[in-house]
């Protein structure tokens, strides 16, 4: 009977730590991460993809994203979108800044983090992590949803967790 009583508490424990551990919006460091998500691949063989999301910074003072890893890509990092004359162009930024009590939204045509080098294809349904390293909060852990091929929003949020 007793260890029937601590099997019980142990499930009902990590039961818990699961739910509070994807739960959307998660505070860590002042940084919150809301409504990550990425777009799945549209080919099997495909060895990009993205990820969007929006930064708040919850500090009085300013803060950048300096780094991103993912064990779904060789390599990691922020983007920016642009269109002049007809003509889209991206490219790859140092550091994206955001402000103090503000946010900043990593969206399709804008800021977005670039997956180069897939180790498989994004596949709907499935989630992806990556490590987003700030300047001043640290390291934040981030679980995106892959939703369509041509995915403009999360239907469920992504998460921060640590």
Do not use: C, W
């Not at 995915?151 to 921060?160: F, Y």
Request: hydrophobic share 45%.
């Amino acid at each position: 009977m007793r260890k029937l009583v601590l099997e019980v508490i142990a499930a009902t424990a990590l039961t818990l730590g699961s739910i509070l551990a994807s739960t959307p919006g998660v505070l860590a460091n002042d940084v919150m991460v809301k409504g990550a998500f990425a777009r799945a691949s549209a080919m099997s063989t495909a060895k990009a993809g993205a990820v969007y999301m929006t930064l708040s910074n919850q500090a009085a003072a300013p803060d950048k994203l300096l780094q991103i890893t993912t064990e779904s890509a060789s390599s990691a990092e922020v983007h920016e979108s642009a269109e002049k004359d007809g003509v889209a162009t991206m490219r790859p930024i140092e550091a994206l800044e955001i402000p103090a009590g503000g946010s900043v939204e990593l969206k399709p045509g804008g800021y977005h983090i670039m997956l180069m080098g897939l180790k498989a294809p994004l596949k709907k349904g499935d989630m992806i992590t990556l490590q987003l390293k700030f300047e001043h909060a640290g390291i934040v852990d981030v679980m995106a949803h892959v939703g369509d091929v041509a995915e403009e929003h999360a239907h469920t949020d992504g998460s921060t967790g640590n």
